[in-house]
């Protein structure tokens, strides 16, 4: 989202990374920094504060997929590539998804929010960014040639252990992994994995801690109809 945000807007979209050890991180979510139009958070301890008056782009994917994909980030860090440590790694990764769902996505509380899922996303690319480009630029209408343009001119990054990071230029949006191919593969266990995060999100889905929205000041930015207080919440 970061990069076909920053290839549509250009310029005119500053973008910070929360996870940083940049001397200049204001370390607050939402960035306070003056002319900062994007925050990224992934809230892995959903400390991360529901505000009334900040515009969320919340961004999700199924679980399954998302379990492999991250992984293959944990081998990185020397982990065991067995399919013991898979499941092991499986079963606390459920918890998560299943809190950050039950926070964000199942959240009865009312604010601005955008929510994006993986898989429409890729199955939807247009649509779906065009919607994100919308709430990025409120009032302002897609340029549809430069929303084709910067979806197929889309890099994919792929994580293994084997490769590292592997850049392909100009793959566009689309989904590249198959649950089925990843080695560890058990369907029933990701069945019953699914089973239980499903369960557990049921039961943490509950009203955080924040007032009712109050609507979200709307100014123009460098070409941005947006506060500079948007963050990107994602998973």
Known sequence: MHRLALAYFGGDFRYCLFYTSDPACCGSAPCTRRGMNFTKNHDFDL???ILPDVPYLI?????????ISDFELYLLDGAEDTKESFQEF?????????????????SPVRFERLLVRYEDLVADPHRAFG?????????AKPDQARL????EGETHVAVTKQDGEKWTEKAGVKA???VESFRFY???????????AQERRRSLAVAPQAGPARGVARRA???LARSARLVGIGR
């Open 131 to 139: 919607a994100a480009v919308r709430f990025f630029a409120p009032g």
């Open 47 to 49: 400390s991360v504060p």
């Open 59 to 67: 961004q999700c994917r199924s679980l399954t997929p998302a379990t």
């Open 221 to 223: 930015l460098d070409g």
């Open 176 to 178: 590249f992994r198959k």
């Open 90 to 106: 499986a079963r606390i990764r459920a918890e998560g998804w299943a809190a950050f769902m039950a926070k964000w996505v199942d």
């Open 148 to 151: 084709a343009r910067v979806i």
């Open 186 to 196: 058990d369907a029933g266990f990701f069945n019953e994995l699914e089973s239980v």
